[in-house]
């Protein structure tokens, strides 16, 4: 039991678990999980740990065990999960929808480019067998080739394709688009952006946050379930493979239409080169 639970029962507080009312829902290898961490060192927001798998794999298992996995909460508190693949989940918008027309959606986005060879690290980490980046990422596995849109590394940033689907239940004013850039280079700038539009009070702020050299990230000072400095594990901030400048700019002129389709829908330039 948390000292905040214990101050809570001796107050004769119950609390309660209750669906969430904001989602990180992407996307995936966009800096979702230190959105999170980062989030809910505030007070006022809890934080199911795991992704829970809601709106894609465990829907049939209804609303009732949704909120059992759910961290429980006081009046007031807000409560937030992260499931990166509810972005790209066909069903989701429309199941998040019929859970609260009013929920607030967070999208953590990052240069596709990057983010792709991200998602591809990811992969070969788990499978030491796969296929070089080049070889996978063109149809007939060389430079000379179109690009596979096929592949998933490939395919999950064409952002704007994706958020269509979500704009098509609710309006532009519920998402927030955080830059997974700045999340790095500038934490309690983003952080601030999402107090904001979760309507919290700015607590978390640049003091939360210091420079890890040796890791290359911002890292926490303290957070809920840690009191001592600490950074996001090692499957957050991997080295990422070498790949051929020449395919990189392949790569970059693939995505170009597709980035400026998302900073015309969002309003947003993200400045992805
Ligand atoms: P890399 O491992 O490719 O560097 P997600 O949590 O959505 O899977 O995203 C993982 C990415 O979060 C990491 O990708 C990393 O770049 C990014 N990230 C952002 N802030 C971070 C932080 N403070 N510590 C570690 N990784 C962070």
Not at 21 to 48: M, N, Q, W, Y
Not at 59 to 80: C, D, N, V
Not at 111 to 138: G, N
Not at 249 to 266: A, E, G, M, S, V
Request: charged share 20%; with cysteine; hydrophobic share 40%.
């Amino acid at each position: 039991i948390s000292p905040k639970y214990k101050f809570f029962r001796e107050q004769g507080l119950r609390p309660e678990r209750q669906l969430p009312s904001a989602l990180i829902i992407g996307v995936k290898k966009g800096g979702t999980r230190a959105l999170l961490e980062f989030i809910r060192i505030h007070p006022d927001v809890r934080a199911a740990g795991s992704e829970v798998h809601f709106f894609d794999k465990n829907y049939a298992k209804g609303f009732q065990w949704y909120r059992s996995h759910m961290p429980a909460t006081l009046e007031g508190q807000l409560t937030i999960e992260k499931t990166p693949s509810y972005f790209i989940t066909r069903e989701a918008p429309h199941r998040v929808h019929l859970m609260n027309p009013s929920t607030k959606l967070l999208i953590v986005v990052r240069d596709p480019v990057t983010r792709a060879i991200s998602d591809y690290a990811q992969a070969i980490s788990k499978k030491i067998d796969m296929k070089p980046f080049e070889q996978l990422l063109f149809v007939n596995g060389s430079i000379g080739s179109i690009i596979d849109t096929s592949w998933g590394p490939v395919k999950l940033g064409i952002y704007s394709r994706y958020l269509s689907r979500w704009l098509k239940f609710f309006p532009l004013s519920q998402f927030l688009f955080v830059s997974g850039e700045r999340l790095v280079l500038d934490p309690a700038i983003e952080l601030r952006r999402v107090q904001d539009f979760l309507g919290l009070k700015r607590v978390v702020t640049e003091k939360h946050f210091y420079f890890n050299s040796t890791k290359g990230f911002p890292c926490l000072f303290k957070s809920e379930g840690h009191s001592a400095p600490h950074c996001l594990g090692k499957t957050k901030g991997r080295n990422h493979p070498y790949v051929n400048p020449v395919v990189l700019q392949r790569l970059r002129d693939f995505y170009r239409p597709f980035n400026n389709h998302f900073y015309q829908i969002t309003g947003i330039n993200f400045g992805w080169a």
